[in-house]
């Protein structure tokens, strides 16, 4: 019987990450005609935000939300654990991202990164941070709000890794009064299903979370927001959203470091 259950469980759940994958094809197909109308009429399109929301709720999250979230002004600083994030929190508050500029290659993925105005940088080239953070600060410039993972990768949701200050360039200082808001993702007892960590190809991961027959909770804590303008260099600036984070970690989980 056993057998015979998993050799069940084999054949349903592809057949669920096919019928996953054409929802969203039929999602994006009605939605992009309606995002290309609203640019048009040079109006601010939220069909980026719903299509993204669709994606995290399509592979299977289901999205809490506690504390309040800034609407603009502001660069929300998140720990990492999937790419399930980027849709997660894009669905949650309508914020850009600071991608990799190996995600802008992807198929389909990187179009629809630059649809929702995702900045992408070369993080391992040193000599072009000057004209990052440059382009990083025009896209504050403007009322979307923008979102990084200074941690610099993913990890199993258990551990904060150390931040890496030089995207906080960027608000050292501000291109206008704005805040820096940190958010803990805190994807519970999934957060072995769904992290993405080691050497997992992305296809794979994405697999794994389209094939998985439950859905999985994830709450968004808002934290309380600060003015970068109050500590005197990025490092301070990275360390005090880290501090914050880490707080609320280990508040939902000791031992969390």
């Not at 979230?69 to 600083?77: E, G, I, N, P, S």
């Not at 389909?108 to 990164?113: K, V």
């Not at 105005?117 to 896209?139: H, K, M, P, W, Y």
């Not at 808001?181 to 072995?192: E, H, K, N, R, V």
Request: overall charge positive; proline content about 9%.
């Amino acid at each position: 019987m056993a057998s015979l259950s998993a050799a069940k469980a084999d054949v349903i759940g592809p057949l669920r990450a096919v019928f996953r994958i054409a929802t969203l094809i039929l999602l994006l197909l009605l939605m992009l005609p309606l995002h290309g109308l609203w640019r048009l009429l040079r109006l601010p399109s939220p069909w980026p935000r719903l299509f993204l929301g669709r994606v995290a709720a399509l592979c299977g999250a289901a999205v809490m939300k506690q504390g309040k979230a800034l609407r603009h002004d502001v660069l929300f600083v998140a720990n990492h654990v999937s790419w399930v994030d980027i849709p997660v929190l894009a669905g949650a508050t309508g914020t850009a991202f600071v991608a990799h500029e190996g995600i802008a290659k992807w198929p389909l993925i990187g179009w629809l990164a630059s649809l929702n105005n995702t900045i992408f940088v070369a993080r391992a080239d040193r000599l072009s941070v000057a004209g990052q953070i440059d382009t990083l600060r025009e896209a504050l410039d403007a009322r979307q709000p923008i979102a990084i993972f200074p941690e610099g990768t993913t990890t199993d949701g258990t551990e904060l890794l150390a931040f890496k200050p030089a995207l906080f360039e960027v608000v050292v200082p501000p291109p206008k009064p704005m805040m820096v808001q940190p958010l803990l993702l805190d994807y519970g007892p999934s957060s072995p299903q769904v992290a993405w960590v080691g050497d997992e190809p992305a296809l794979t991961n994405a697999w794994r979370l389209l094939v998985r027959p439950d859905s999985f909770p994830v709450r968004i804590d808002f934290l309380d927001p600060f003015d970068p303008t109050d500590f005197a260099d990025r490092k301070a600036i990275a360390a005090e959203a880290r501090r914050r984070i880490l707080r609320a970690a280990s508040a939902r989980a000791p031992g969390i470091v």
